[in-house]
């Protein structure tokens, strides 16, 4: 079993930054990648950024340049650099941790950004 907590989120101005972190606790050494997803109201959920046990890692097109996932392996934690934000970014942050063929998924944390 993987458990995952999300923090780290809030209310910015656009152009500020933010970062979010997701600590991840239970059978750990099983990971294989992890992932933050985003899901604005009335939208789907989409993959933001993903980054593999080997450290590499993929980015949605929108968040090039702008956004930087990383990982802490001895404090078990994924985060989530979050600079130049948009109001187009506001939503819901979940982050996901891949292993064993099943994925396990945070509670979330809101994401403002104002004009």
């Known amino acids: 079993q993987v458990q995952l907590v999300e923090s780290g989120g809030g209310l910015v101005q656009a152009g500020g930054s933010l970062r979010l972190s997701c600590a991840a606790s239970?059978?750990?050494?099983?990971?294989?990648?992890l992932a933050w997803y985003r899901q604005a109201p009335g939208k789907q959920r989409e993959l933001v950024a993903r980054?593999?046990?080997?450290?590499?890692?993929k980015y949605a097109d929108s968040v090039k340049g702008r956004f930087t996932i990383s990982r802490d392996n001895a404090k078990n934690t994924l985060y989530l650099q979050m600079n130049s934000l948009k109001p187009e970014d506001t939503a819901v942050y979940s982050c996901?941790?891949?292993?064993?063929?099943?994925?396990?998924w945070g509670q979330g944390t809101q994401v403002s950004v104002s004009s």
């Open positions: 996901a941790a891949y292993h064993n063929g099943a994925a396990t």
């Open positions: 980054i593999t046990s080997a450290n590499s890692t």
């Open positions: 239970g059978t750990i050494f099983s990971i294989n990648s």
